[in-house]
Each structure stands twice: as structure tokens, then as C-alpha cells.
């Protein structure tokens, strides 16, 4: 509600709602013929839109109240917590589509203005020409995307990874699929991770792959991640 909200703003002094002018730009597109043309016109107004939404959009002082009060509440010192700021949108999960990966997420990011900035900067990533390609096939009407946040605490872990209730080679219930990494983050972008398969009736474990990224990710205590040598000890 609150990305929809800032929709209804002006795209430029005096001009037409982001929201109408967007809906006039994705019918006008459509009729070019498909090629360099069409190419070029829509990267030109998916680059407007994401300036627009990371410079000029306003999400006004009552947001901005009610944020930092809800931050307060859920991880205590604004200024020195650190948070992850992700996505997700309301197109995420279409019949033959995910958009798992596509959005950007900022990580570890400390100092509510920081805070602030970061989300400007993920409402407007799923307008990148490489989000676009991957849903337009799926979508009829693409103005109505829209954008949501999610603020995750930044925890210090030693190892993170991604778990799957399934075996997912087979699809087989009653097992663990687990790929995990050092540091924080792990098993994501492109990270060779180590892969293991746990059955969870008796517990057993089996290796399926050793993990080999010669980094880990630690955070920074002013913010933001850094990469160090990992230790490749068994996770």
C-alpha cells in the first residue's frame, strides 16, 4: 500500500501520476514493433522509473514516524542495529514463474536515513530490464506491480545456508536438503556451497557436495558486508 501510494505522485512538475503515466508507457511500448526500437525505448523508461522512485519519490514524514517507531519496537537502537532490506512483490509466485533472486536485497544496513535510502533503492529493483524480461511473458497488465519490504536483523552467524523440506532431486518427502556456506548469506549468489541430504526420521546424513567458495561473508560494524578467506572446515 504504501509503494501504491507513492504511484499517485507526479512524475514530473505538473505532469500525470507515476501510476498513469507508467500505464500510458507500457500501452504505448506494445505498440512498437518488436526489436532494437522497442528494446531501446523500454530500458530508456524502466531507467526513468527507477530514478524516479530512488531520487524523487516521497514516502512522507507519517511513514517515515511509523517506521522508525516499528524499528524500535522489533530490533531496539535504530542507529546501531543492522538490518537486511529485501523484497518481495506481489508477482512473485506466478503459474510457470518465480521471482526468487530477481529483486535486489541490501544487506546489513546500519543508521535509519541508510535505512531509508536502501528501501528507495528495493522498491525500485524489480524494474531493472532484467526483472522485466524474466515476468513480462507473464503478465498482461505490468503496471500493477507492486512492491513490498521486508526488514531482517543482521545476525553475526558463523554458517548459513538454505533448507528444503524434500529431497529435492526426487522430490521425495521426509528429508532435509541443505545447502549451506561460512559466514552470513550463505548459499547465495552463485556460492559453491556444501550440499547435504538428512533424513528426518532417523537423522542420516549424506554428503552430496563439499563447499569450495575461498570466501565467507562478515559484517561490518558501520554497515555493509565485507568478504574474508574462509577457514573450508566442514560445516
Given at each position: 500500500g504504501v509503494f501504491r501510494a507513492l504511484l499517485n505522485q507526479p512524475v514530473t512538475a505538473g505532469g500525470p501520476s507515476v501510476f498513469d503515466w507508467m500505464r500510458a508507457e507500457y500501452a504505448r511500448l506494445r505498440t512498437l514493433p518488436d526489436g532494437e526500437r522497442r528494446k531501446a525505448e523500454t530500458s530508456a523508461f524502466?531507467?526513468?522509473?527507477?530514478?524516479?522512485?530512488?531520487?524523487?519519490?516521497?514516502?512522507?514524514?507519517?511513514?517515515?514516524?511509523?517506521?522508525?517507531?516499528a524499528m524500535r519496537a522489533a530490533f531496539g537502537d535504530t542507529g546501531r542495529i543492522g538490518v537486511f532490506v529485501r523484497s518481495d512483490t506481489n508477482v512473485e509466485d506466478l503459474p510457470g514463474f518465480t521471482?526468487?533472486?530477481?529483486?535486489?536485497?541490501?544487506?546489513?544496513?546500519?543508521?535509519?536515513?541508510n535505512v531509508m535510502a536502501a528501501i528507495q533503492r528495493v522498491w525500485a529493483s524489480p524494474f531493472s530490464e532484467r526483472a522485466f524480461r524474466w515476468r513480462q511473458a507473464y503478465m498482461e497488465t505490468p503496471e500493477h506491480v507492486y512492491v513490498s519490504i521486508l526488514l531482517m536483523q543482521s545476525v553475526p552467524v558463523e554458517k548459513s545456508?538454505?533448507?528444503?523440506?524434500?529431497?529435492?532431486?526426487?522430490?521425495?518427502?521426509?528429508?532435509l536438503t541443505v545447502a549451506v556456506n561460512e559466514g552470513v548469506g550463505g548459499a547465495v549468489s552463485g556460492q559453491?556451497?556444501?550440499?547435504?541430504?538428512?533424513?528426518m526420521q532417523s537423522g542420516n546424513i549424506r554428503l552430496l557436495a563439499h563447499a569450495t567458495d575461498p570466501y565467507k561473508r562478515v559484517l561490518l560494524n558501520e554497515g555493509g558486508v565485507s568478504k574474508v578467506p574462509a577457514s573450508g572446515a566442514p560445516a
Open positions: 524502466l531507467d526513468k522509473l527507477r530514478q524516479w522512485i530512488i531520487t524523487s519519490a516521497e514516502p512522507g514524514e507519517t511513514f517515515r514516524t511509523e517506521l522508525r517507531t521471482g526468487a533472486g530477481l529483486n535486489l536485497t541490501v544487506p546489513h544496513v546500519v543508521g535509519f536515513e545456508g538454505v533448507a528444503v523440506t524434500a529431497d529435492i532431486h526426487s522430490g521425495q518427502p521426509g528429508w559453491t556451497s556444501e550440499e547435504l541430504k538428512i533424513n
